[in-house]
Nanobody, 125 residues
Framework: QAQLVESGGGTVQTGGSLRLSCVAPGYIERKWCMGWFRQAPGKEREGVASLYGTNGATAYVDSVKGRFTISHDSTKTIMYLQMNNLKPEDSGTYYC??????????????????WGQGTQVTVSS
């Protein structure tokens, strides 16, 4: 089973930007449902953005709409999460995940079965 590997996390000021990357060899090419999730200490995992490989459709949680963009590179080996106008409440560990199949309920963690180790994002006031 291929491993998902996230990178790009860091510490930024409020209003700053980060781009997270997820190396996902084979997953995007096979058109599996993919997504980004985040979890703050003591809180439940939250779906942030999903990408349907079958048609390219995307779905975002309301709190990040207009600020975050999920995409992939031309080789379909890397998935990105571009995060703009970051807020302190965006802080947490961000995880790349795959449903391992074509279909999924967007941003619904139980539908995703393959997970990366996470990358930390901290947004300071």
């Amino acid at each position: 089973q291929a491993q998902l590997v996230e990178s790009g996390g860091g510490t930024v000021q409020t209003g700053g930007s980060l781009r997270l990357s997820c190396v996902a060899p084979g997953y995007i090419e096979r058109k599996w449902c993919m997504g980004w999730f985040r979890q703050a200490p003591g809180k439940e995992r939250e779906g942030v953005a999903s990408l349907y490989g079958t048609n390219g459709a995307t779905a975002y949680v309301d709190s990040v709409k207009g600020r975050f963009t999920i995409s992939h590179d031309s080789t379909k080996t890397i998935m990105y999460l571009q995060m703009n106008n970051l807020k302190p409440e965006d802080s947490g560990t961000y995880y790349c995940a795959s449903a391992g199949r074509f279909s999924c309920l967007a941003n619904h963690a139980p539908d995703f079965h393959i997970w990366g180790q996470g990358t930390q994002v901290t947004v300071s006031s």
